[in-house]
């Protein structure tokens, strides 16, 4: 069974950039869709970015096109989420989520593996 646990989070200025990673330990990484969630204080977690086992294909939400690329490598167990451009509106902790089914919907329930979750605050 996979465990994920999330790095890279912290504090930035509206407009830069941070690079969140997702390490992947035991299971076989290759078997799961990589997901990056979010949640703000006293909001609901929601989907940020989903990527395909062999990354042919990747989701966003459309808040983030255009700001936010899903990566990953799949030779380092590795998931990546680079955020650039970023706004006070981002703040939240991020997760980083794994699941085998990749033709559900990209939802919250559908994701059975969580990562403890990485801090990201943007500052005006």
């Known amino acids: 069974q996979v465990q994920l646990v999330e790095s890279g989070g912290?504090?930035?200025q509206?407009?830069?950039?941070?690079?969140?990673?997702?390490?992947a330990n035991g299971g076989t990484f290759t078997q799961y869709e990589i997901g990056w969630f979010r949640q703000a204080p006293g909001k609901e977690r929601e989907f940020v970015a989903a990527i395909g086992r062999s990354?042919?294909?990747?989701y966003y939400?459309?808040?983030?096109k255009g700001r936010f690329t899903?990566?990953?490598?799949?030779?380092?167990n590795a998931?990546?989420?680079?955020?650039?451009?970023?706004?006070?509106?981002d703040t939240a902790v991020y997760y980083c989520a794994g699941r085998i089914n990749p033709w559900l919907p990209l939802g919250?329930?559908?994701?059975?593996?969580?990562?403890?979750g990485t801090q990201v605050t943007v500052s005006s």
């Not at 990354?55 to 990747?58: A, D, F």
């Not at 899903?70 to 380092?76: A, E, H, L, P, Q």
């Open 10 to 12: 912290g504090l930035v």
């Open 14 to 23: 509206a407009g830069g950039s941070l690079r969140l990673s997702c390490a």
């Open 55 to 58: 990354s042919s294909n990747t």
């Open 61 to 64: 939400r459309d808040s983030v």
């Open 70 to 76: 899903i990566s990953r490598d799949n030779t380092k």
């Open 79 to 89: 998931g990546h989420l680079q955020m650039d451009s970023l706004k006070p509106e």
């Open 108 to 116: 919250v329930g559908t994701y059975q593996h969580w990562g403890q």
